[in-house]
């Protein structure tokens, strides 16, 4: 997942706790009405319906079939552990794009493989050790636990020697003299608000730490550093290095880059505010050519209006320390399961239902961008859309991008969802990374509004792997996905963008 820097991905958990639910309207059940438009954008009228009876007894059904299914704890099983790390470029990930195809196949989707051209980044060895600083006893080093930032270029192969400074934030640094950082390593040792976190505002936390991943290593180079090290980003303890994509400027000189631990970080700041602490690092990751891969494309056609679209999605690509369980092979794997459940009960959506499996969220969003240059054309006759990027943590709600009028429409399905705790409605500024470019072009867009208290502590690290989900509270999420997804699909007729 790569939220962007202002606006963390994760919902407000507590904020979501409290929203109240609005009892639902006489009108919306009412019998139904014929449409006034068969394009995506009209509205509907005050006496108009959106969703009939029989749609929502079907809801319903979906929502036991997702809590009495396996399937979807099933596929990340799969995903993470039998496939493993899915960096784009990777062999990992050309497997996971046939299983999932194979999978989507073998439920009776219409399935493609559309072609994207993904970039190939390696890793390779990442050492480091403070080789002097204040204190020290004659003959000793102190091991610094580190990853490289993906994208980073690599030291020298016998790597760097250099002493390191330590600053909090982009402006500190500007307040250093050049003299003082020229050829230094540079540590941005700006914390993760664990205790926003635990608010339920881990996006947010993310969201005003992550900018030293992605411009801190230009910021340096450009007052002649030699190395940027950033302090990892997330609430991860146990000295766990949480990695991420940086990113590099033209007319900047490339240096290499790497997160160290919360530990180390702190460990450094407190040696070199008493003195010179000089650092031995080594970083040997590669740039390949750019790799074929795909976006996996699953219809359900609908048996009205097949041209327009509910798309219910997950990123296929991870990063490359860990089997990618909840970054992002649970949204993935909801998505699977919303198509399994229709299968599987028989149901006939109006509009067609469409599973995409995202290549390359993680380190360039190239799989979007590609969807976004073939599909532009067809925005117009898609009628909603979904990514699932936040984990598997129990959803309490939809987040929505979309009109306060289709939220208020929304309250029949809301009223379903609200037996597995998941009733609240909340209209977001923003649902997926992958989705961006429809929300952009109006296309109403949702995504379960989970509990994100947790999910930094294991984002981007080592740590990102199956025992992480909890399998009732991934059933939960297919369960709001499946119904959110097939009630858009059903509805009596358009919906206002």
């Known amino acids: 997942m790569r939220p962007t820097p202002t606006l963390g991905k994760a919902p407000a958990f507590f904020l979501g706790l409290i929203a109240a639910i609005a009892a639902t309207s006489p009108a919306l059940t009412q019998a139904a009405q014929p449409e006034a438009s068969s394009t995506p954008s009209a509205s509907p009228s005050a006496t108009q319906i959106v969703f009939s009876e029989k749609t929502l007894v079907d809801l319903k059904q979906l929502r036991q079939g997702a809590l009495a299914s ?179 400027k033209d007319g900047v000189p490339k240096i290499p880059a790497a997160a160290v631990t919360s530990e180390d970080a702190d460990l450094i700041a407190y040696l070199a505010a008493q003195g010179e602490t000089r650092m031995h690092l080594v970083l040997t990751p590669q740039t390949l050519p750019d790799v074929e891969s795909a976006n996996v494309i699953a219809d359900i056609k609908g048996g009205e209006h097949p041209e327009q679209i509910v798309i219910v999605s997950g990123h296929l690509d991870s990063w490359d320390l860990a089997t990618g369980a909840i970054d992002d092979g649970a949204g993935v794997a909801v998505a699977m399961e919303t198509a399994h459940l229709i299968e599987q009960l028989h149901l006939k959506p109006k509009r067609t239902i469409r599973m995409i499996a995202w290549m390359n969220e993680e380190n360039g969003s190239r799989g979007s961008k590609q969807y976004e240059k073939d599909h532009a054309s067809e925005f117009a006759n898609h009628f909603a859309v979904n990514e699932t990027d936040g984990g598997a943590g129990h959803p309490i709600g939809l987040n929505l991008k979309t009109t306060p009028e289709v939220k208020k429409m929304f309250e029949p399905i809301a009223k379903i969802l609200e037996e597995i705790g998941a009733g609240s409605l909340s209209l977001s500024e923003h649902v997926g990374a992958d989705t961006e470019p429809m929300e952009k072009a109006g296309v109403p867009a949702f995504s379960p509004m989970q509990d994100s208290r947790f999910y930094f502590n294991y984002h981007h690290t080592p740590a990102d792997t199956l025992d992480k989900i909890v399998p009732r509270e991934l059933q939960e999420n297919a369960a709001v996905v499946t119904v959110a997804a097939y009630a858009f699909a059903n509805a009596e007729q358009s919906l206002p963008r």
């Open 70 to 248: 396996d399937y979807a704890l099933k596929q990340v099983a799969h995903l993470a552990n039998n496939i493993g790390p899915r960096l784009t470029g990777s062999i990992q990930a050309a497997n996971a794009v046939e299983y999932v195809a194979g999978e989507m196949k073998a439920l009776g989707c219409d399935v493609q493989l559309e072609k994207v051209m993904v970039p190939h980044w390696v890793r390779g060895i990442e050492t480091a050790e403070l080789t002097q600083f204040p204190g020290q006893a004659p003959g000793t080093a102190q091991k610094i636990v580190l990853c490289a930032l993906g994208g980073s270029v690599a030291t020298l192969p016998e790597g760097i020697n250099a002493d390191t400074i330590c600053v909090r934030d982009f402006e500190e640094l500007k307040s250093v003299p050049r003299e003082k950082v020229n050829g230094k390593i540079v540590l941005f040792n700006h914390s993760f608000d664990k205790q926003m976190a635990t608010q339920g505002r881990g996006g947010d936390a993310y969201g005003q730490a992550v900018v030293y991943r992605s411009d801190g290593p230009v910021a340096a180079a450009k007052l002649g550093a030699v190395a940027c090290l950033i302090r990892s980003v997330g609430g991860a303890d146990y000295r766990i290095p949480h990695t991420g994509q940086t990113n590099y």
